[in-house]
T-cell receptor, first 111, second 113 residues
Framework: LAKTTQPISMDSYEGQEVNITCSHNNIATNDYITWYQQFPSQGPRFIIQGYKTKVTNEVASLFIPADRKSSTLSLPRVSLSDTAVYYCLVGGGGGYNKLIFGAGTRLAVHP | ETGVTQSPTHLIKTRGQQVTLRCSSQSGHNTVSWYQQALGQGPQFIFQYYREEENGRGNFPPRFSGLQFPNYSSELNVNALELDDSALYLC????????????FGPGTRLLVL
């Protein structure tokens, strides 16, 4: 499974847009890109998933360039409650697949 | 919120003891995965169960074992506990064929003294 690289930490302020970029140079043709959010002492929560171009849901947007070697999670107008660890994962579509988590990006949103 | 429940929420054991953690998967999900998360690190895959059989395993010794029941609930058993087994143990359920989208429970915090 492809390895991912993302910043260890980021800081932002309430109301700002936050973009977290993840590098996955060895992504395979059938790999999807998935982002999870985790609050302290809770299990990770699925945020968004995509394969190419742009995906948007009620929580976030995911931008994937044509070469798919990176992806950017965009959180619009963050609030204090968005303070969490964000994980980028890549994996094959369908069948057996374990999720490989890296260290994630610790986002701190300040008032 | 996700429908995945785990018990107990917290547990304290001593070295050498055995522990059983339980997980009820989200309704309709047939696959259960277990993860270990040490403080400050991302979750590490232990194993996955599908159709009551182990369907993949991470880099964990055999003293970590599991079960899946006909109702898709699952147990994680750890024998001969070591201090390094202290961690948050997470259960995640999913549909076979869509394991990128896993729904995690709140976890069980295990402390080994």
């Amino acid at each position: 499974l492809a390895k991912t690289t993302q910043p260890i930490s980021m800081d932002s302020y309430e109301g700002q847009e936050v973009n977290i970029t993840c590098s996955h140079n060895n992504i395979a043709t059938n790999d999807y890109i998935t982002w999870y959010q985790q609050f302290p002492s809770q299990g990770p929560r699925f945020i968004i998933q995509g394969y190419k171009t742009k995906v948007t849901n009620e929580v976030a947007s995911l931008f994937i360039p044509a070469d798919r070697k990176s992806s950017t999670l965009s959180l619009p107008r963050v609030s204090l409650s968005d303070t969490a660890v964000y994980y980028c994962l890549v994996g094959g579509g369908g069948g057996y697949n374990k999720l490989i988590f890296g260290a994630g990006t610790r986002l701190a949103v300040h008032p | 919120e996700t429908g995945v429940t785990q018990s107990p929420t917290h547990l304290i054991k001593t070295r050498g003891q055995q522990v059983t953690l339980r997980c009820s998967s989200q309704s309709g999900h047939n696959t259960v995965s277990w993860y270990q998360q040490a403080l400050g690190q991302g979750p590490q895959f232990i194993f996955q169960y599908y159709r009551e059989e182990e369907n993949g395993r991470g880099n964990f010794p055999p003293r970590f074992s599991g079960l899946q029941f006909p109702n898709y609930s699952s147990e994680l058993n750890v024998n001969a506990l070591e201090l390094d087994d202290s961690a948050l143990y997470l259960c995640a359920s999913s549909l076979y064929g869509d394991q990128e989208t896993q729904y995690f429970g709140p976890g069980t915090r295990l402390l080994v003294l």
